[in-house]
């Protein structure tokens, strides 16, 4: 064997980074500003006919996100009309989200609450994906009279079949002061269990049903019974999810 070459490559030397074409090492091509890319993102979660014991309606939970990985500007609206029940509401939330750890988020806005016993109020709280694949929501608000409320919020999806999906989720709401306005009592107000079944012809279209269980608890349960209301509240839904 002959000495190693030295010095400098002769002129026909195969150029040792042809095959990255032109690239440095460094992160994926392109991919460098990831990180800066804003992104939006409509998801209808639930657009759906209810027909339950209070009566029917509609009922729907629609959020709008644009951001980045970091960064996020959520706009989030949950309600239902039901014809004849007092308890239709509907409240809209400007968020800031920004991400805390890997697959959890802080967020922070404020609420407005329409119908009777309407108020705006300040909004925090944490969300993310818990073990086991458990999207979760904490969250607390402030409002204009300093009462003090939180919805904790958790739902699973279980895939079937890759189309066939089922979701459970559960709900539930507090309070730190009673509130003739909208018939809460104190303390732990509701438990709601629901689980919907969707078919999805795409990822961005899929029709579901399901069945939803409301159920009171101690003021609140009280005051419907005062009102000669029913303390819970069975419900057939049918309904389409859509994301763009």
């Keep these: 064997m002959g000495s190693m070459q030295g010095g400098r490559a002769p002129a026909n030397a195969r150029d040792p980074n042809a095959y990255a074409d032109g690239y440095d090492y460094g992160a994926m091509p392109g991919m460098e500003q990831a990180d800066r890319i804003m992104v939006t993102k409509l998801l209808i979660d639930q657009l759906e006919f209810v027909d339950g014991n209070d009566g029917n309606g509609i009922a729907w939970d629609i959020w709008d996100s644009y951001g980045g990985d970091f960064h996020k500007l959520l706009v989030r609206s949950e309600g239902s009309v039901i014809a004849g029940s007092t308890d239709s509401k509907t409240g809209v939330e400007a968020l800031w989200w920004r991400a805390s750890a890997p697959f959890w988020g802080t967020v922070l806005g404020l609420r407005q609450e329409f119908g009777p016993g309407a108020h705006t ?19 607390g608000y402030v409002a204009e009279d300093g009462r003090l409320s939180a919805r904790l919020k958790g739902k699973y999806e279980l895939l079937i079949t890759n189309r066939v999906i089922l979701t459970p989720e559960a709900e539930t709401n507090l309070y730190s002061k009673a509130d003739r306005r909208r018939d809460v009592g104190a303390g732990l107000a509701n438990i709601e269990l629901s689980v919907r079944l969707r ?14 269980w409301d159920h009171a608890l101690g003021g609140t349960a009280d005051r419907r019974k005062a009102n000669g ?16």
């Design 121 to 139: 109020q300040l909004a925090f709280g944490i969300e993310g994906l818990a073990p086991y694949w458990f999207d979760l929501e904490a969250t």
């Design 229 to 244: 209301e029913s303390v819970s509240d069975r419900q057939i839904v049918v309904g389409v999810r859509i994301l763009w």
């Design 199 to 212: 078919y999805e012809f795409s990822r961005k279209f899929a029709p579901y049903v399901g069945f939803v």
